[in-house]
């Protein structure tokens, strides 16, 4: 069983150790009191040691035995032990469901102190990119990798910053994005020389030659032999200079040194240079083929010099080395190296076709493309996922977050027009009060009356008009309202909740349930439509996010929100569209009972798009039949839960979709359940 997106073996090994390092290098810049940070880097530094050796059971056994010397371990030191667990399932001994089960312990262990780990924080957001990404849950990957980056920009110094650029083009690396992956890496790079740490062996040491090997690994992939080779010699020089300060590091460097003569062998195999390249995976394997150093890289180096011997006819030292092959790789058993299988076969089948074995040519070829295939289904998946799109899209979106705060600029001019209303009603009132003082006025007074009898209609026109524009903001205002007091009503049944915090969240709970009676009262009006402001938008991450934010009030009323579908792009009117799906999604929560599922499904078609939201509700009966697309119309009933009507929301919704000249319309069967579907033309 493959893993679906395996850090290459070339550099898997030192990467893991980098990564699960700079998290280690993250809890020294933040000590607190009761994290022990000697006594956790030593237990961390033991389990990389057997992961080296390819002794993931022993690993396992020293990272538990180990945290249970601790006594009262801190939260960073459970974040670093949740951490090795889920590298090891993710990278080792491969089980999805358990390194996200670990991954999900490690923001439990610094629930709350976020402040206090932010470092910490922003890598749990790319141990669970990485875990989706395992799952080829790109899209989902790439959103995680965007929060994390996103949130270190925000909140973090600029000099940690470079970790996490890295680990974008360790990304672009799996995609097979070789070009882009080094951008991301010399960016890395730059942001890593403005401040770096000549003290910290992963900051000053590990990081820059796993980075330039990686870059040197980019170009080797683009066949770029010159500057790979050049990048690759590059690496032994910043090996052999940053290790000085570190002597008690010289077998981390040794090994560093060993991965960089097999990659640097492998290269000069394809330049034609036999001698080089035999002397440097010599080296590498002599090095490397120890306990406790890279006994993957190995395995890896062994099959280059296995390749270099089929080109030259040596077929007495590739059987040798294919026979302790197969014992390394059976042996090892994890699913990273399992990959390698696939690449033993190959010269299996290499092998006997030059002894002329035909026979056992064919069944190892046969092996070998049973391999072949599946890896390539699985980076065809990889590489038509977009990173970079996924990024812009949550720009866009963070900008239509950005643009609802126009309501609170259509309140205040409400509150000018109520103003100004009084105004003309307290001066009509002293006119008229004057007027009646003097009979001798008569004749004033009625050409004064028509024209105020004019300027009243206009005033009542515009106040209409106003109303209206009032009633729509406050009916949309009611969704957000009514998930922040469903969000009061959650943190309040948490039983330990002390009494200070009680009384604030029953305070916030009481000024939502106010402002939601406050927003009901002003929902009497009509709804006219405006121009649309359409850009490209990705609907099913539009669609993630609107039932993000209605799930709270789902949850309230223990219902469930299924979200179904694929990346639509289309143009639309994001802020309208964004009304319409919460306004179908929040009725049917309010007309479906307790336990209940709401499905929201996306589909493309040839030249549209459908989306279907379904509930198991109290459904419309035939009597109302389209009425409930009129405006304040009469076929209003209450929630499940004794939830108001206004007759609003699908009307409003109904003018939206067709101003976008799509359809909406509804199907169901009374007492059990309506479906509302939404066709939008893709051009």
Request: glycine share 6%; charged share 25%.
């Amino acid at each position: 069983m493959f893993l679906s997106n395996p850090i290459p073996d070339k550099f898997r090994t030192v990467f893991f150790f980098v990564f699960l390092s700079l998290a280690l290098f993250s809890c020294t810049r933040t000590p607190t009191p009761t994290d022990h940070d000697e006594k956790t880097s030593a237990i961390i530094d033991r389990v990389s040691f057997y992961l080296n050796a390819a002794l993931v059971k022993e690993a396992k056994q020293t990272l538990d035995s180990g945290f249970r010397t601790i006594e009262n371990p801190g939260p960073g030191d459970q974040w670093r032990k949740y951490s090795s667990k889920s590298n090891i399932y993710l990278y080792y001994d491969v089980d999805l469901e358990m390194a996200k089960l670990y991954a999900d312990s490690m923001m439990f262990a610094i629930a709350e102190r976020e402040e206090q780990y932010k470092l910490l924080y922003a890598h749990t957001f790319f141990i669970y990119g990485n875990i989706l990404f395992a799952q080829r849950k790109y899209i989902e990957a790439f959103n995680r990798f965007y929060d994390g980056r996103d949130y270190a920009v925000k909140h973090l110094d600029s000099c940690a910053l470079y970790q996490f650029t890295s680990q974008l083009g360790m990304v672009k690396i799996k995609q097979k994005f070789y070009g882009e992956a080094i951008t991301y890496f010399k960016e890395a790079l730059s942001e890593h020389d403005r401040c770096h740490n000549k003290t910290d062996f992963e900051e000053y040491f590990v990081f820059p030659q796993s980075t330039y090997n990686a870059i040197a690994i980019c170009y080797e992939r683009m066949n770029q032999l010159d500057k790979a080779r050049d990048a690759y010699l590059h690496t032994l020089k910043v090996i052999d200079e940053r290790i000085k300060p570190f002597p008690e590091k010289t077998d981390y460097a040794e090994m560093a040194r060993g991965v960089v003569y097999g990659n640097l062998g492998g290269v000069y195999k394809s330049m034609n240079d036999p001698l080089r390249a035999e002397d440097y995976l010599k080296k590498s394997i002599a090095i490397n083929d120890r306990k406790g150093f890279a006994i993957d890289d190995v395995k890896t180096a062994k099959l280059k010099l296995v390749d270099l011997y089929l080109t030259q006819n040596r077929l007495g030292e590739v059987e040798t080395l294919l026979d302790t092959l197969k014992e390394e790789l059976d042996l090892a058993g994890q699913a990273s190296v399992k990959a390698l299988i696939g690449k033993w076969h190959k010269y299996k089948w290499l092998y006997f076709e030059q002894k002329g074995n035909l026979p056992k040519a064919h069944e190892h070829l046969t092996i070998y493309h049973r391999y072949s295939d599946s890896l390539q289904q699985v980076n065809e998946g990889i590489q038509n996922a977009d990173m970079d799109v996924v990024f812009k899209l949550n720009e866009q979106n963070y900008k239509l977050n950005l643009l609802s705060k126009n309501n609170e600029l259509k309140t205040l001019y409400l509150i000018g027009i109520l103003l100004f209303l009084m105004m003309a009603i307290s001066f009509l009132y002293m006119l008229w009060t004057s007027l009646r003082s003097s009979k001798n006025h008569v004749g004033k007074l009625e050409r004064l009356n028509l024209q105020l009898q004019q300027a009243l209609g206009a005033l009542e026109k515009s106040q209409e008009n106003n109303t209206k524009m009032m009633k729509i903001a406050a009916h949309d205002l009611r969704n957000p309202i009514g998930g922040m007091v469903a969000i009061a009503n959650m943190l309040l049944e948490e039983k330990e909740r002390s009494e200070e915090e009680k009384n604030l969240l029953g305070l916030f709970k009481l000024s939502g349930e106010t402002a939601l009676n406050l927003v009901n009262q002003l929902l009497q009006v009509d709804f006219a439509g405006n121009g649309l402001q359409k850009e490209e938008v990705d609907l099913y991450l539009l669609l993630q996010h609107v039932v993000e934010i209605m799930n709270f009030k789902a949850i309230d009323k223990q219902q469930h929100l299924q979200l179904i579908g694929q990346p639509v792009i289309l143009s639309i009117d994001q802020e309208k569209i964004w009304r319409v799906i919460s306004n179908i999604i929040n009725n049917a929560i309010k007309f479906s009972p307790a336990k209940s599922t709401i499905v929201v499904q996306l589909k493309r078609e040839e030249e549209a798009v459908l989306l279907m939201i379904k509930d198991e509700g109290i459904g419309i009966s035939p009597e109302v039949g389209e009425r409930v697309f009129d405006m304040f119309t009469d076929a209003k009933r209450e929630g499940t839960k004794g939830e108001e009507s206004f007759g609003l929301g699908l009307a409003i919704s109904k003018q939206l979709v067709t101003l976008h000249k799509g359809k909406i319309w509804f199907e169901n069967n009374f007492d059990q359940g309506t479906s509302f579907f939404i066709r939008l033309p893709l051009k």
